[in-house]
């Protein structure tokens, strides 16, 4: 991708699957793990997994599961990390 198609909304850098479903870069290819965005469990659409699982509410609450996971990016498989 070029340095303008990058800062475009879907690029794999500002990837929100979560909140706006598109079909990624070549998303056949590359699996990609972001966590810029909280999810409540781990969240995997169109090539795109989300792994903020250890944000806060406001009032300083835990929002997610609090979970850590291991992640194969070849056979896109997660785990919870025990």
Known sequence: ???QELW??????WAR????FYRMFRDDLFYQVVGH???EEPLD???VLTLDLFSTYSNG????NQKIYIVDT???KYIEAL
Do not use: A, F, H, L
């Open 74 to 76: 070849e056979t896109r």
């Open 37 to 39: 965005i909280p999810v």
């Open 8 to 13: 475009r909304d879907n690029s794999p850098i």
């Open 61 to 64: 609450d835990p929002y997610g």
């Open 17 to 20: 699957p979560q909140v706006d």
């Open 1 to 3: 991708m070029g340095k």
């Open 45 to 47: 659409m169109g090539g």
